[in-house]
């Protein structure tokens, strides 16, 4: 009885386990991609690829394969990046020269130890990112450019910095030429496995034995902190429809203020100032604080500074009116003060249309006035 007790908790246990278990396979997204990627780059849309990732570091002789070092892995061949982003876009998707943005990262979502291509010869092993076409198995046609291609001598394909042996571009062409593709790209166990060049050559050209590490031993070749096999492996559902290096994104991507890139000049600073009349600062505002004189109003040229109104003396009479011509009162304005005209008769300022006399600034109080004509009240 004992027995059967320990027995059934025994397997309540077990199933309990089972329950709490972590999930066999991490799925990646292009929202992990996003958040992952955003602080070291900057995203893109390009025309042929649709949406792209381009490092900070990028220059115009920069390539993405100049900056790391193989390992020789269970997996075959990986490649382990210097750039501390470098676990995502060297092991999910594919790298790709786009004629507008130079070389970008086109997303992808199927791990492999590398998404590279392999050239060997008797004395140089090159490689160069698969193309956003590739397809496990059935990716004849979509060859990486030559150009593409990052060649080192054989005894140096080890290095822990291939950048300090990369053969000048300028002699790719001529290695090209004498040396042929190895695309060993296949899935083993549910896990993308890049043999490349044969172990045997490389050992050869090293002079020393190679011996193949476990891929969880490897640094740098997943996003994940501890590496699983189980989450290296292919999803069931993109193994039914072909393994392929990238996928289209179809997410939204986030705006990113001062990160678009515009064509031409207007889009490196600040926007171009507005000619409409609207925009354009008026530079007569100043003159609408104060009151706008007589020239102003009226547009006559034969005018002169207007002139407070005379005091008459006791006995007085207005001057005369009609002498000069005046503007209609309907165009002119009552609290504008007028102008003067001086007549030919015996120089006496002659009244506007309303009848008001002007006064003459040439004649002081100090100065005796031209007695006006006698004239009776009331003739």
Not at 35 to 49: D, Q, R
Not at 196 to 215: T, Y
Not at 360 to 374: L, M
Request: charged content about 25%; proline content about 11%; hydrophobic content about 35%.
């Amino acid at each position: 009885m004992r027995s059967v007790r320990s027995a059934v908790l025994a397997v309540m246990l077990l199933c309990a386990a089972g329950a709490l278990s972590t999930p066999a396979h991490a799925e990646v997204s292009f929202s992990f991609f996003y958040s992952n990627l955003s602080p070291h780059g900057a995203w893109h849309v390009s025309a042929e690829y649709g949406r792209v990732w381009q490092p900070d570091v990028y220059a115009a002789d920069w390539n993405p394969y100049y900056d790391g070092h193989w390992v020789y892995s269970d997996c075959g061949w990986a490649w382990v990046s210097d750039y501390r982003w470098g676990a995502i876009p060297y092991h999910y998707g594919t790298w790709v020269p786009d004629p507008a943005f130079g070389w970008v990262w086109v997303p992808g979502y199927v791990w492999a130890p590398s998404w590279v291509v392999f050239r060997s010869g008797p004395d140089y092993i090159g490689w160069a990112p698969v193309s956003p076409q590739f397809s496990i198995g059935a990716s004849y046609g979509y060859g990486p450019p030559a150009g593409s291609f990052v060649f080192v001598s054989a005894n140096h394909f080890l290095a822990p910095r291939v950048r300090t042996y990369v053969v000048p571009t300028y002699r790719t062409p001529v290695i090209v030429n004498n040396t042929r593709v190895i695309n060993n790209l296949i899935i083993e166990r549910n896990v993308v496995v890049n043999r490349g060049p044969d172990v045997r050559f490389v050992e050869r050209a090293h002079g020393r034995k190679v011996r193949p590490v476990p891929i969880e031993q490897v640094s740098r070749v997943s996003p994940n902190h501890h590496v699983r096999r189980e989450d290296l492996a292919v999803e069931p559902r993109r193994m039914a429809r072909g393994i392929r290096a990238a996928e289209p994104a179809v997410e939204p991507i986030p705006e990113r203020p001062g990160r678009i890139i515009r064509a031409g000049r207007e889009g490196r600073g600040a926007p171009l100032a507005s000619t409409s009349p609207e925009a354009a600062p008026r530079r007569d505002a100043h003159r609408e604080a104060r009151p706008r004189t007589q020239r102003e109003i009226t547009g006559r040229q034969d005018v002169g500074r207007s002139q407070p109104e005379r005091p008459r003396s006791r006995g007085e009479v207005a001057p005369r009116q009609g002498r000069s011509a005046a503007a209609p009162p309907a165009a002119r304005r009552p609290e504008a003060a007028d102008s003067p005209s001086v007549s030919t008769e015996r120089g006496q300022p002659h009244g506007n249309a309303a009848g008001r006399p002007r006064k003459d600034r040439s004649r002081e109080k100090s100065k005796p006035h031209p007695k006006a004509p006698e004239e009776k009240p009331g003739s």
